[in-house]
């Protein structure tokens, strides 16, 4: 990369990079982005991870949804996923025969590690017959219990597709309820929550907006059902970036990982937004010098059993099948 590839990073980030930091970032992104090129990697980033991820060496950033489907089409040898673990097994399970990496194993998810296979299996036992949709923000193990997976930018169509008139929805107690607010097929819900976005409140967004007056609010479905009824849209990651592109409002709050109002501030320099942090502590675990670590020396690989893979990869084929 040249000092004026460099530049041109810099000069996009600056809205939300100080230049103290940028000079400690600059010479590992250059570092990265020529291993990327020597070991023939795609780096696949979340939404949430950091602007000088995100825009310093990812090559593309997305939802979760997406990044399962980029994970299926890459032509590279090794993917780094720079997410956490759950989106890192999940493009294990949709290209099978590519190195997949993580930089940090610890990269959890606390909807992911609200459930075990085991309570699914108790769960079909209680209700005999009803299929079973799992967000993806689930263990391969939950996965293999499960008919499909669904993503918050998916998951009433998935609900949808199933044509039952009942349906076991998992793990996110906060995205079933905006699920049965958006369907008539009565669901069965679990009660696992996002750390980050049971965080916010209604009163919050509420106290937010009186003192902002023509504020827009996004808020993301993993929010409780307050914050999503004060805010004017809910959608996954990826649809709340579209939303701020497409209608430029002048100030905007992004009820969901704080990280991600910087990315999308540098692509929209107009908009102003506001900004309650609360911070993912797992999204935080994926750092530029764990992601140079990790390509280099091909550590942290992502490795599934092979039957709990071949019945897991069922329901996340589904849900590719399914789309948007
Ligand atoms: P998205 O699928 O909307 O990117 O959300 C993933 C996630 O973990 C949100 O907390
Ligand atoms: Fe999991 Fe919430 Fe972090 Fe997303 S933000 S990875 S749902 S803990």
Known sequence: MTSQNLDQIYKKISLVVPEIEWKFHAPIIEKINKLKKEKD??????????????HGVADISADSLALALEAAKTKSKIIVLCGVHFMAETAKLMSPDKKVLIPDMQAGCSLAESITGQDVRMLKEKYPGVPVVSYVNTSAEVKAETDVCCTSANAVKVVESLGTDKVI???????ANYVQKNTKVKIISWQGTCMVHEKFTGKEVEDIKKENPGIEVIAHPECPPDVISASDFAGSTSSMVKYVKEKQPKKVLLVTEC?????????????????????????????????Y????????????????????????????????
């Open 41 to 54: 990697a795609v780096i696949l980033a979340h939404n949430y991870q950091t602007p000088e991820i995100y």
């Open 259 to 291: 990280t991600m109002s910087d990315n999308v501030q540098v692509e929209n320099p107009n908009v102003q937004f506001v900004k309650p942090c609360n911070l993912c502590p797992h999204m935080k675990k994926i750092t530029l010098n764990k992601i």
């Open 293 to 324: 670590d990790c390509l280099k020396n091909e550590t942290n690989e992502i490795k599934i059993g092979h039957n709990i893979a071949e019945m897991a990869r069922k329901s996340v084929l589904r849900m590719a099948e399914i789309g948007r």
């Open 169 to 175: 929805f998992l793990p996110d107690h906060y995205l």
